[in-house]
């Protein structure tokens, strides 16, 4: 596929030093990318940080390197006064606002520092300035970055988090385009880390203001010339990556959809600014990774679901909107997928065999085995490969035939509850009905595997199975 | 569907119950033992079966025939080119068999009753069974394996109610 239609040179890449470090910040080369991507788009940065990594720091030398006119407030103290100025009533009867030099009014450039432990009252007021650049319903001519900084956030599940430091509200996380996790002492090199201690301050020198600006405008040439193949993957990768992120709880927004797709691009045209020799599937992860509002929110993002989302939505770049597999990937729910992955029966058997078993190891107990028998009831089964189909076919068996297993248990055992509350589940069905004798071997089936440990673990398994029998059935 | 509880039991010792599953139809018991000690089973008849049980049976004499030998005893001559490898020959035969099957694309294996019908009796159908099989399913596009079907004198696949119907008459 092509990728990137550009026409301009490869200086970035001779460099051995970063945009950052040249800049006198060091050790965040793995920011890079979605840092300039905000700058060359003006968007909304967030940047999330343990004390100490130099996000004030990063926002400040930009800030100066780039010879802005900013405003650095810390927002656990601010009040908005301080942001707008006094309020005066004006000659013609409306409000005028007395400036300072501290007052919002003429920046080009603002850094919400401690974002986290603002009021509430004052994160109401910040948030139209971040999202769109205004204050009081008046316009904020020439401000082009809002930039805010952040301790993790505590959550109720980790204690080592910062107290004070609360998640942000979900509408206002969702308004920063990038959300960027700093780099800690742990990332960095030996090289690294004795760079940063023996660490002097040091102004910017013309050169390196050149540099920054050099490679801002070379990004934004990249950007405005990505041709419409990549543009249209993106696109794809981004409806997909939503699609399978859901599936494993983290939902986005429609906002953070459109949002993705622009940081993805202008990442992609970053990277490339910098060093075009990165592959787009690890450009765009790390796209991914600086997109997620729940960062902030203190909600923890699983590395394995991320990866697994992201891996699976790249390689549907290649396919076309009408393939069957994109269809099946975007489903909500694993027994859609399943569902829609029998009836596209021109699916190859791999991709068959890999939407099933991901699908049927996302049900419950239960549900999955009304799936395995669906599978064998439309001799879908036949298209898995033969690994998978084995294991399909020993739960089929344990269904449709007789279990067979013994065991000593103890009347007080959790496992003579649970029969108890079995034997009164089956109890209840109708042994002229043929469906009843697949529920109630799988069922006991699952007692058997060991797999139901309460009685609690036998209704869910049982009306699942219900459930789905139907579902799939009337489909 | 009866439960018993002993009048008499050790009572330095935790009761123990028997719990029997045999199949919905057949009933589900817990049974509380006297002396203490139990079991818990579970036994599912074939009324309960769900579908109908097909049974492939291979001649006495063939277990651990080589393709060759087969070849011959199926009265099929070596196809020029498959002296070397008559196993070629044999997948392909097989392949061709599996196909004509009136099965499902894939089946369960159950354990083998002298009870379940056999539909096919030609060596060869049997052949593209159990060449074509793991443990639990039988796969009608699966690369037949020689060895694996020379192994086993006979195998039961479970059809399903739906494909059932498609299926020949029983010969015996």
């Given at each position: 596929?092509?990728?990137i239609n550009?026409k301009t040179?490869?200086?970035a890449?001779?460099s051995?030093?970063g ?11 793995s920011?890079?990318a ?7 788009t ?6 999330i ?7 004030s ?6 800030a100066?390197a780039l ?7 810390n927002?656990?103290?601010l009040?908005f ?18 400036r ?7 920046a080009g450039a603002?850094?919400f520092?401690?974002i986290?432990r603002?009021?509430p009252d ?6 139209p300035?971040?999202?769109e650049?205004?204050?009081q319903?008046?316009?904020l001519?020439?401000?082009?970055y809002?930039?805010?900084a952040m ?8 204690d080592?988090?910062?107290s ?8 206002l996380?969702?308004?920063?385009a ?9 990332h ?6 004795l760079a940063?201690?023996?660490t002097?301050?040091?102004s910017?020198?013309q050169?390196?203001?050149r540099y920054?600006h050099?490679v801002i405008s070379?990004?934004?040439k990249?950007?405005?010339?990505l ?6 993957g993106?696109?794809q ?5 939503i699609a399978?992120?859901a ?6 927004s429609?906002?953070r959809?459109?949002?993705?797709y ?7 045209a970053?990277?490339?600014?910098i060093?075009?020799n990165?592959g ?8 991914l990774?600086?997109?997620l ?7 923890e993002?699983?590395?394995?679901k991320?990866?697994s989302?992201?891996?699976?939505a790249?390689r549907s770049?290649?396919l076309?909107?009408k393939?069957?597999?994109?269809a099946?990937l975007c489903a ?8 829609l992955?029998v009836k596209?029966t021109?699916?190859?058997k791999?991709?068959f065999?890999?939407?099933?078993a991901?699908?049927?190891a996302?049900?419950?107990h239960?549900s999955?085995e009304?799936?395995?028998?669906h599978?064998?009831?439309t001799?879908?089964v ?10 399909a ?6 269904i449709a035939?007789p279990?067979?297993?013994s065991?000593t ?8 509850i ?5 034997k ?5 069905l109708?042994p002229n009905?043929?469906?009843?004798h697949l529920?109630a071997?799988a069922?006991?089936?699952?007692f058997?595997k060991?797999q139901?440990?309460?009685p609690?673990d036998a ?6 199975f ?5 579902q799939?059935?009337a489909a | 569907m ?5 009048l008499l039991?050790?009572?330095s ?7 029997s ?9 817990i049974?509380?033992?006297?002396d203490?000690?139990?079991h ?5 008849s074939d009324?309960?079966l769900?579908?109908?049980?097909i049974r492939?049976?291979?001649p006495?004499g063939?277990?651990?025939?080589k393709?060759i030998?087969?070849?011959?005893l199926?009265?099929i001559?070596l196809?020029?080119?498959?002296y070397d ?7 392909t035969l097989?392949?061709k068999?599996?196909?004509?099957l009136?099965?499902p694309e894939g089946c369960?294996?159950i354990?083998t009753?002298?009870?379940h019908p056999?539909l096919?009796?030609?060596p ?6 159990t ?7 039988w ?5 037949p394996?020689?060895?694996a079907?020379v ?11 739906r494909?059932?119907?498609?299926l020949p008459e029983a010969k015996?």
């Amino acid at each position: 596929m092509a990728r990137i239609n550009s026409k301009t040179g490869d200086f970035a890449a001779n460099s051995n030093r970063g945009w950052l470090e040249r800049i006198g910040l060091i050790g965040l080369s793995s920011i890079e990318a979605p840092l300039l991507a905000a700058l060359v788009t003006g968007s909304p940065l967030l940047l999330i940080g343990a004390h100490g990594t130099a996000k004030s720091l990063l926002l400040t030398r930009v800030a100066s390197a780039l010879g802005l006119e900013f405003r650095h407030y810390n927002a656990s103290l601010l009040n908005f006064d301080d942001l707008v100025g006094f309020p005066l009533p004006g000659k013609d009867g409306t409000l005028q606002y007395v400036r300072t030099p501290a007052s919002i009014w003429g920046a080009g450039a603002v850094i919400f520092d401690e974002i986290s432990r603002c009021r509430p009252d004052i994160q109401n007021k910040l948030f139209p300035i971040i999202h769109e650049r205004k204050v009081q319903g008046i316009s904020l001519d020439g401000l082009r970055y809002r930039w805010a900084a952040m301790n993790p956030p505590t959550t109720d599940d980790d204690d080592n988090g910062y107290s004070g430091s609360e998640p942000l509200d979900a509408a206002l996380a969702d308004r920063f385009a990038f959300i960027v996790d700093m780099p800690t002492w742990a990332h960095f090199t030996l090289a690294q880390q004795l760079a940063v201690i023996q660490t002097e301050e040091k102004s910017i020198s013309q050169s390196e203001v050149r540099y920054l600006h050099e490679v801002i405008s070379r990004t934004e040439k990249i950007l405005s010339r990505l041709d419409t193949t990549f543009t249209n993957g993106i696109a794809q990768y981004v409806q997909l990556v939503i699609a399978l992120l859901a599936q494993a709880g983290l939902l986005l927004s429609p906002r953070r959809a459109t949002l993705l797709y622009r940081n993805i691009l202008a990442v992609n045209a970053a990277s490339l600014a910098i060093n075009p020799n990165v592959g787009l599937s690890d450009v765009t992860l790390v796209a991914l990774r600086s997109s997620l509002p729940q960062r902030a929110q203190g909600i923890e993002i699983p590395e394995v679901k991320l990866l697994s989302a992201h891996k699976e939505a790249i390689r549907s770049i290649h396919l076309s909107l009408k393939d069957p597999l994109r269809a099946i990937l975007c489903a909500s729910s694993p027994l859609e997928r399943i569902q829609l992955a029998v009836k596209a029966t021109k699916l190859p058997k791999s991709e068959f065999s890999r939407v099933t078993a991901d699908a049927l190891a996302q049900l419950p107990h239960g549900s999955r085995e009304a799936a395995i028998v669906h599978l064998f009831e439309t001799g879908a089964v036949g298209r898995l490969n033969a690994a998978i189909a084995a294991q399909a076919g020993e739960s089929y068996r344990g269904i449709a035939t007789p279990v067979n297993f013994s065991e000593t248990v103890h009347s007080r055992d959790s496992r003579y509850i649970t029969w108890s509350r079995i034997k009164d589940l089956l109890s209840k069905l109708n042994p002229n009905e043929p469906r009843a004798h697949l529920q109630a071997n799988a069922l006991a089936s699952l007692f058997a595997k060991k797999q139901l440990a309460t009685p609690q673990d036998a209704l869910n398994a049982f009306t699942a199975f219900a459930r789905t029998d139907d579902q799939l059935r009337a489909a | 569907m009866s439960d018993h509880t002993s009048l008499l039991h050790n009572m330095s010792a935790p009761p123990k119950s028997v719990v029997s599953y045999e199949g919905l139809s057949s009933g589900f018991t817990i049974k509380k033992l006297p002396d203490g000690s139990g079991h818990v089973t579970n036994h599912h008849s074939d009324a309960s079966l769900f579908g109908t049980p097909i049974r492939f049976s291979l001649p006495v004499g063939w277990i651990g025939l080589k393709p060759i030998k087969i070849l011959a005893l199926l009265n099929i001559d070596l196809d020029e080119g498959s002296y070397d490898d008559p196993s070629k020959q044999l997948a392909t035969l097989i392949n061709k068999r599996a196909e004509e099957l009136s099965l499902p694309e894939g089946c369960a294996v159950i354990a083998t009753e002298p009870s379940h019908p056999i539909l096919w009796s030609d060596p060869l159908a049997t052949l593209a069974i159990t060449s074509k099989c793991t443990d639990t399913v039988w796969l009608r596009s699966k690369t037949p394996s020689i060895i694996a079907a020379v192994q086993r004198e006979s195998i039961s696949l479970l059809v399903p109610p739906r494909f059932a119907i498609k299926l020949p008459e029983a010969k015996c």
